[in-house]
Structure formats: structure tokens, C-alpha cells
């Protein structure tokens, strides 16, 4: 017995010693093949922090732990990191890993992943990762691949994060808390999966309107699986959205043409309170303590195969009867809520959708408010049969919906239109075929909120309804002292709302006097407000600031006249000018005020067609411009001409620049290029550091105060950095020439070449310069100084603490002359630079045009694949289907069958031949023309560069 103990413990202390040296032998094998298996299958940056192998956490199985996984894109989406993941454990077979063949995968936990996918307007994708499959074939050395071979059994996801930004259907989608597993045996042939989800915070937006916010989400379902035959059967699936809850059922198999659906879906409780938990005003408002009541009811089913071409057919029904809500506190109910929804298609295409919503009403307060709405064909010609109509009196909404505190709202709502005909009417001009008449009408509305500093008043607006336009007949506000009136058409509007036309509109605004300080509430109020919006940040989105987007398929013109108009304390006297919006861009066309003392012009655009970065390009034109103003003003006086604080006179000119914006929308001064000239009246500059640090070297007082000429100054912005070109000064009777520059850290580099007469000189200076004539005595010169000296002036540091270099020796012109050799190298090194930029920005470009050429090439040709591998799945099947009848009728048939059979395919490959030459043909013109904008972006580039070489 003893020996047998001895034995036991033995192999304990062995099995113990080998769980320790088994993953310390075999962890650096894993990790080499992890990082073969990722960089052989991706197109993209992946790192992870650590790697380790246990084999105590799921004995007798190894555990694979992977900390910190990132996944990050290339080329258009460079540093966009696409997966952020703190911790990932996956279970494997112990044998497996010993005998290195393969590596059986059984489970994997991820915690914490962050995952942000994008789609950009064109189509490209971030998470479109995966390198093209590779040719098959032996590899070099014979022998097979060693891989990872799954035989799942559970996966479990904890404290997900979720960013989905797709700009090409403009849909927006965050998820934060996202836990998730699923267990089952997906080794069998047949198992029963179980899965749950849960979201603690979905938000939806879609083309810019809120479907979600922050909802909660559960999904409960029991999945009996038959793997092999690829048949999935529904049983005990619950979706919990907010407080709704769907039962789902039925069955989906894959078949070789698509998929077969079976599925129905329906409410188990028929509570109208759970149906208003998806409506976002009113979930995010005391929903809880909300009473409702009423008889609710949805269901649908989908039935029949579903393709890249056919849709099955599906139901879904919506109904609600005699149903109210009303707030906790409040007096008044809305009530009378009747709704009767549906939608349909009897199978097909998407075109034979029916959308009818027959009854939608309800009685807010003492009013009433109604719509119906039906519409045939929304693909192909949207047929719209539609009546809205209803009454509102803004006063008695805080009888029935809770208010902001301190917000308050009076006034009369009055709307009344029909929509009737085929939107093919509208884009045809057949305006006499289309019913859309009516109008809006707000008549003594007031109201005050915490938005605004004072009540907002609109006397009466009025907006009238036909089928080509919209007609704002009148406008009046007012908000305090400011006041607005506005008036236009807006075209093109059904066609814009739609089928994606553009919107095409006028309108002219004119005000005696605005004043947007007073109206908005001010920047403290405001920064609550973002603090507030920050703690409810959207899931793995920033909540910083994002620059504004101008929207697509629009081209509206305003023409607006303001007789003052005051903003951020700016005062603007007579202000005109026109904008006009189209093309992503913003364009400003003539837009004159008088400001501060002088006047202004402004022509130029601001562009969002790449929202990443936008661009502003514009032409300023001042005249008798105040300079202390200014700096109060115009964040480019602060960031470059600081000296504009500390001076008295004004200033005219005209100068241009571009550059792009960063999110709170401020110039991102490294791309700011541009020119200009500046002159000014005579001017006097006092208590600038420059000035009395030259003043000191110079022992001139006076300088320290100076009253300067006019002055001409021609400056350029190359890559965010100010260069003046040299220009004249002149002080009682001191002249001298400046040039030099300013960058965007406050550095500055200046050199003044200036001639003094020696009487102005201080004590100081005059004892050096007679100290210099006595040296030249001992040397036996005969030197006279002459009555002006030349003195050369260097000027660097920083604008806040500037190093002052000055020179009376004759060596004075050296001193210049080097000075002016470091400007002309330093603006040689920021002219190369932005040349530079100009062709790597353009490299940037032609690599875009040419992936998504390739992108479209590539689809073309599996397209095609796609569709010769069904060509010849179908030629098969009818082959054999063929040679089976013929074997039931003899040898006879059979011959004859197989002669058919062969023509049948030599058809076939004419098809197959046609169908790959004809993808491949379309392919190479699509290369070719990229190739030819690509090289056309290059050459334009180059040329600019060149241009820019030459200055």
C-alpha cells in the first residue's frame, strides 16, 4: 500500500510539474503561430500586448490568454483602429497542441472589446481586411500547413462596445455594454444552440433622425441546429426592445439558390405602454411613473426563399385601439389613440412592397390630429395616397407633456395636406397629375427657454404646399430687441424626401437689427449643457466637437440683408451678401459689412465633401480696419500679429487663405497657406517687449514708444507659417528695412537693417562707437564716423520672449546679410515642404482611386465567378438529370444523352468564356480609367509643386 502511495504521489508531482513546463515549452510556439495565422490572413495592423499559456484554468486543456489585440487599417483608413480588444481566452485541446498537427479550438471568451466599423461614402469598408485567397497548391517544402481547427462550443462576449458609421446608406448605429454568449455543440451534426444577448445603450440614427436612444436591448433564443443539412429551427426566442417584447419562431435552411424562410413573429403582451418605450421623447421622460392604456397588437411572418434577386413574402400588421398616456403630475392625458398599420409583400421584389398605414389618430388635449398614408411601388415609382391634417394649441402641451423647466410656449399649429400621384409625375414635370396641396400655419407663438436668453416671438408663418415647391409666404420674429423676417421657395422637395433628388430652394432673409449674443444662451450655460451630453456619451464614440456638415444633394441659395447685426461682440453695420449651398460646399459670394471702423468683403467656400478633414479657401478685403480691434476679433491677428493689441491706427488688405479645420471648426494652422498685402494709416505702437528690448540695445527711449509712416507689407502663409517680404519703416529720422517670419509655436525669425543718425544714439551707443574710432587711431587710421550709422538688427525666440542681436560695427551688413541668408533658407525649407505635401497628398489620392477601382474590378470579376460556379452547378444538375431519364430508357438513350450533354456544356463554356472575358473586359476599363485619374491627380500635383519651386 505504501508503495502504491508513493506511486500516486509521484505521478501527482509529475502531472503538477508538467502543467507548469508544458505551456512554458510550447507558449512561444503558440504565439509564433498566432502572429503566422493573423499576418497571413489580413490586410491590417494587429498587435497584442501579451500572450500566455496555462494549463490550470480548464485542466486537462491548455488556455490561451491574448491581451491587448488591436486591429488597425491601411491605406485610406491608416491608423483608424478598427478592434480594441483588453483580453481574449481560448481553449484548446492538449493533444492537439502536442502533436502540432492542428490545434483544436473549444471555447473562446472575449472580454472588453472595442469595435468600430465604417463604411465611407464610396462604398469602402474598414473591416474589409481579409488578403485574397492564394492559389492552391503544394507549398515549398511539401509539407501542409499546420492551422487552427475549430470545435466550438461556447462563445462568450463581456462588456461589448459597438461604433457602426456607415455614410454610404447614412446610417449610424452605438452600442455600449454588450454582453453575449453562445453555447452548443457546433462539432455534431445536430445541436441545440443557445444564445443571449443583452445592450444596456443602443442608439439608431438613420439619415439624420433618431430611431434608438439609449435602449435597451435582450435577446433570448434556442436554436435546434441541424449542421449538416444546414436547417435552423426557432423555439422559445424572445427580443426585448425597451419594455417591448417580440416571440419569434419558425425555421431558415440554406438551399443552393439562397435561403427558405419559415418565421413568424408576434407580442405576447399586448401593452400599448410597451409599444411608446421605442418612441425617444417619450422613453427619455419620466417614462416609469408613465400611466398608459389601450389594446395593442403586432405580428408578421416571412415565408418563401430569399436570393440576391427574390424576396420572400412577409406580414406585419400593427394595431392600437382606444389608447392614452399621461405624465405623473400632469392634467391631461393624450388619448383617443387609434392606429392601423401595414406592411406587405407578397414575394418577389422589394417593389411589390405595400406600406399602408389606413388610420393614425389621437387627441392631444382639446385637439385633434389625424394621418393616413399608403404607398405602392417605393423602388421603382413611389405611388403616395397621404392626408395630414391637425390643430394644436402650443399652450396647452405642458397640460399633457412635461416641459424643460423654466420653458414655456404659447401660440397656435395649424397643418392641412394631401399628397396624392406617382413620384415619376414629379420628375417628369406632369405637375397637373399630382396632388400635393395645403399649407403650415403658426400664428402668436412665444416661447422661452433655457436655449435662448429671451423669449422667442413669431407673429406668423405661413408655408404653402404644391407640387412643384414649397412657398414660404412670410416669416416674422422676434427675439428682444432682434428681429427676422424671411421669405422663399424651396423646390424639388417630394423628390428630395423621396427618392434622394436634389433639394433646390431660395430664401431671403432681412433684419433691422440681431443681436445673437443676446438671443443665445451664453457659452457657461452652454458648456453644462456638453458636460451633461458628455456623461451620456454614445458608446465608443468621442464626444468631442465634430465639424459641420454641409448636406448632400442640396443647392439653396440665401440672400440675406442685415441692417446691424452683433455676434461674439462683433458689431456689423450694413451687412449683404449671398450664399449659396450645393456640392457639399458652402460658398459666400460678396458678403460687405462695416466693422469695426472700416469695411469688409468676403468671398470664398467652405467644403465637407471629405468630412474628415474640411477645407476652408477664402478672400478677405479690409479697409480703415481698426488694428487693436482686430485683435480681438480675428483668431489669425491673435495667432500671428500679436503686436495688433498694443497698437493705434487702422489697417486696409486684401489677402487669401486655405486651409483645413479641425472639429470645434479652427484652422488647423499647419495646413494654412495663403497671400496677402497690408498697408496701414500712420500708426503708433506702445509697450511692445520687442520694441523696448531694441530700444535698450540701441539706448534709444524712444523707442519704446514709436509713431510709425504708412506702411506697405506683402506676406505669404506657407504651411501655417507667416513670411512678410522685406518692407520699409520710418520714425522722425530713423528709416530702415524688415523682413522675416512668424510660426505657429511663436517663434520668429526677423532681421531690420536700420540707419540712425548719431545723435539719436544713447550715451551707451555713442561711447562704443567713439571707443571703435579710437582703436582705428591706435592703428593709425584717420577714421571719421559718419553721421548715420547703419545697425543691424537681429530679432529670434519666441513672440513672448524675444532675443534681440544688434550690431553698429561695420560688420553690420554681415550681421544682415547672414540674418536674410537664414529667411530665404528657412522659406526655401517650407516651400519644399509644401511641395512636398502637395505631391503626398496627392499620392494619398491616386492610391484611394485606384483601391476603389480595384474594389469595383474585384466584384466584377466574382460577380462573375459567383455566376459561372451557378452556371455550372445548373449544367451539372441538368446533366445528371439528363443521363438519369436516359439510363431508365436504355443504351440507346444514354448515347443519346451524353451527345446532348456535351453540347449542353460546350454551351455552357461559350457561356463561362463569355461571362469571365466579359468581367475581365469591364474590370480592365475600370483599372484603366483609374489609372488615368490617378496619373491626371499626380500630374496636376507635380505641376503645382513646380509652380510653388519656382516662387
Excluded at 82 to 93: C, P, Q
Aim: aromatic share 8%.
Amino acid at each position: 500500500m505504501k508503495t502504491f502511495f508513493k506511486i500516486l504521489a509521484a505521478l501527482l508531482v509529475l502531472l503538477l510539474a508538467l502543467m507548469f513546463i508544458l505551456p512554458l515549452v510550447f507558449e512561444d510556439k503558440i504565439e509564433e503561430l498566432a502572429r503566422e495565422e493573423i499576418n497571413n490572413n489580413v490586410n491590417a495592423t494587429v498587435d497584442f500586448k501579451d500572450i500566455s499559456l496555462s494549463l490550470f484554468r480548464n485542466f486537462p486543456n491548455f488556455t490561451l490568454g491574448i491581451d491587448g489585440l488591436s486591429i488597425t487599417g491601411k491605406d485610406v483608413f491608416e491608423n483608424d483602429t478598427l478592434v480594441l480588444i483588453d483580453n481574449i481566452s481560448l481553449t484548446l485541446d492538449l493533444f492537439s497542441v502536442i502533436s502540432g498537427d492542428s490545434y483544436e479550438l473549444s471555447r473562446i471568451v472575449i472580454n472588453t472589446p472595442q469595435l468600430k466599423v465604417r463604411i465611407l461614402d464610396n462604398g469602402l469598408s474598414n473591416y474589409n481586411i481579409s488578403l485574397p485567397d492564394e492559389p492552391s497548391g503544394e507549398t515549398s517544402s511539401g509539407e501542409a500547413p499546420k492551422s487552427f481547427k475549430l470545435r466550438l462550443k461556447s462563445i462568450i462576449i463581456n462588456n461589448g462596445r459597438l461604433v457602426y458609421l456607415d455614410g454610404e446608406s447614412e446610417l449610424e448605429v452605438f452600442a455600449s455594454g454588450l454582453q453575449a454568449s453562445l453555447s452548443g455543440d457546433l462539432t455534431a451534426d445536430a445541436t441545440a444552440l443557445n444564445i443571449k444577448t443583452a445592450i444596456e445603450k443602443l442608439t439608431v440614427n438613420s439619415s439624420g433622425i433618431s430611431y434608438l436612444t439609449n435602449s435597451k436591448l435582450r435577446y433570448k433564443a434556442k436554436i435546434n441546429a441541424d449542421l449538416k443539412n444546414e436547417i435552423y429551427t426557432f423555439g422559445g426566442n424572445e427580443l426585448l426592445l425597451n419594455e417591448l417584447l417580440l416571440n419569434f419562431g419558425g425555421s431558415i435552411s440554406f438551399i443552393p439558390e439562397g435561403m427558405n424562410l419559415a418565421l413568424t413573429f408576434d407580442t405576447p403582451q399586448n401593452k400599448f405602454k410597451s409599444l411608446l418605450s421605442l418612441v425617444p421623447v417619450i422613453y427619455a421622460r419620466d417614462f416609469e411613473g408613465l400611466d398608459a392604456n389601450g389594446d395593442f397588437s403586432l405580428s408578421g411572418n416571412v415565408k418563401g426563399v430569399y436570393t440576391d434577386e427574390k424576396l420572400p413574402s412577409f406580414n406585419i400588421d400593427m394595431t392600437v385601439n382606444k389608447a392614452y398616456f399621461k405624465y405623473p403630475g400632469l392634467p391631461r392625458p393624450v388619448d383617443n389613440i387609434s392606429i392601423k398599420a401595414k406592411v406587405s409583400n407578397p414575394g418577389g421584389t422589394a417593389d411589390a412592397t405595400l406600406i399602408n398605414i389606413s388610420n393614425f389618430t389621437m387627441t392631444p388635449g382639446d385637439n385633434t390630429v389625424s394621418t393616413r398614408m399608403k404607398i405602392k411601388t417605393p423602388v421603382s415609382d413611389p405611388d403616395i395616397d397621404g392626408k395630414f391634417n391637425g390643430e394644436i394649441d402650443l399652450s396647452a402641451i405642458k397640460d399633457y407633456y412635461p416641459l424643460e423647466n423654466g420653458d414655456a410656449l404659447t401660440g397656435l399649429f395649424v397643418f392641412d395636406l394631401t399628397l396624392k400621384g406617382k413620384m415619376s409625375f414629379i420628375e417628369k414635370e406632369q405637375y397637373d397629375k399630382f396632388i400635393a396641396l395645403g399649407s403650415m400655419l403658426v400664428k402668436e407663438v412665444k416661447y422661452k427657454s433655457s436655449a435662448f436668453n429671451q423669449p422667442v416671438a413669431i407673429s406668423h408663418a405661413q408655408l404653402n404646399f404644391s407640387p412643384q415647391y414649397l412657398d414660404l409666404v412670410s416669416f416674422k420674429m422676434k427675439a428682444g430687441s432682434s428681429d427676422l423676417n424671411a421669405s422663399g421657395k424651396v423646390e424639388n422637395y417630394l423628390g428630395y424626401v423621396l427618392a434622394g433628388a436634389t433639394l433646390k430652394g431660395t430664401l431671403k432673409t432681412e433684419s433691422i437689427f440681431f443681436n445673437l449674443d443676446e438671443l443665445l444662451a451664453d457659452e457657461e450655460k452652454e458648456g453644462q449643457t456638453e458636460t451633461s451630453n458628455e456623461a451620456e456619451g454614445r458608446p465608443g464614440e468621442s464626444t468631442s466637437e465634430t465639424a459641420w456638415k454641409v448636406p448632400e444633394k442640396v443647392d439653396f441659395t440665401l440672400s440675406s440683408g442685415f441692417g446691424k447685426l452683433i455676434y461674439d461682440k462683433l458689431e456689423m453695420k450694413n451687412v449683404n451678401g449671398k450664399i449659396i449651398i450645393s456640392d457639399e460646399t458652402i460658398r459666400i459670394q460678396g458678403l460687405r459689412s462695416e466693422i469695426i471702423g472700416g469695411k469688409m468683403t468676403v468671398n470664398g467656400t467652405y467644403s465637407t465633401r471629405d468630412m474628415e478633414l474640411p477645407k476652408v479657401d477664402f478672400r478677405f478685403d479690409m479697409k480703415d480696419i481698426d488694428i487693436a480691434a482686430s485683435y480681438d476679433h480675428f483668431a489669425l491677428v491673435r495667432q500671428y500679429m500679436p503686436v495688433a493689441k498694443k497698437t493705434k491706427g487702422k489697417l486696409s488688405a486684401g489677402f487669401t487663405f486655405n486651409t483645413s479645420l479641425d472639429n470645434a471648426m479652427m484652422p488647423v494652422y499647419e495646413s494654412l497657406n495663403g497671400k496677402g498685402v497690408l498697408t496701414t494709416t500712420k500708426i503708433s505702437v506702445d509697450g511692445l517687449n520687442t520694441l523696448e528690448k531694441i530700444a535698450g540695445a540701441l539706448s534709444i527711449d524712444a523707442l519704446k514708444k514709436l509713431t510709425l509712416d504708412k506702411m506697405k507689407v506683402s506676406f505669404r502663409f506657407i504651411n501655417g507659417k507667416m513670411i512678410t517680404n522685406p518692407f520699409k519703416i520710418k520714425y522722425k529720422n530713423i528709416s530702415g528695412e524688415v523682413e522675416g517670419w512668424t510660426a505657429l509655436d511663436a517663434s520668429i525669425g526677423y532681421v531690420m537693417s536700420m540707419n540712425i543718425p548719431r545723435c539719436e544714439l544713447g550715451p551707451d551707443a555713442n561711447n562704443l562707437l567713439d571707443g571703435l574710432v579710437k582703436e582705428a587711431e591706435k592703428l593709425g587710421v584717420d577714421y571719421e564716423l559718419p553721421e548715420t550709422i547703419k545697425a543691424g538688427i537681429k530679432i529670434g525666440g519666441t513672440l513672448s520672449n524675444p532675443k534681440v542681436t544688434t550690431d553698429l560695427k561695420q560688420s553690420s551688413d554681415d550681421l544682415v546679410k547672414k540674418a536674410k541668408e537664414e529667411i530665404v533658407k528657412e522659406v526655401s525649407k517650407e516651400l519644399h515642404e509644401q511641395a512636398q505635401k502637395i505631391l503626398s497628398d496627392a499620392d494619398k489620392v491616386s492610391k484611394k482611386i485606384m483601391a476603389e477601382a480595384k474594389k469595383q474590378a474585384d466584384a466584377l470579376r466574382r460577380n462573375a465567378d459567383n455566376a459561372i460556379k451557378k452556371l455550372n452547378k445548373e449544367t451539372d444538375k441538368q446533366a445528371a438529370v439528363l443521363m438519369e431519364e436516359a439510363r431508365k430508357q436504355g443504351a440507346l438513350a444514354e448515347f443519346a444523352a451524353r451527345e446532348t450533354i456535351k453540347k449542353l456544356r460546350a454551351e455552357s463554356d461559350k457561356q463561362v468564356e463569355s461571362l469571365r472575358t466579359g468581367a475581365d473586359k469591364k474590370a480592365g476599363a475600370i483599372l484603366k480609367e483609374a489609372k488615368k485619374q490617378a496619373d491626371q491627380v499626380k500630374k496636376e500635383a507635380r505641376k503645382q509643386s513646380d509652380a510653388l519651386l519656382k516662387k
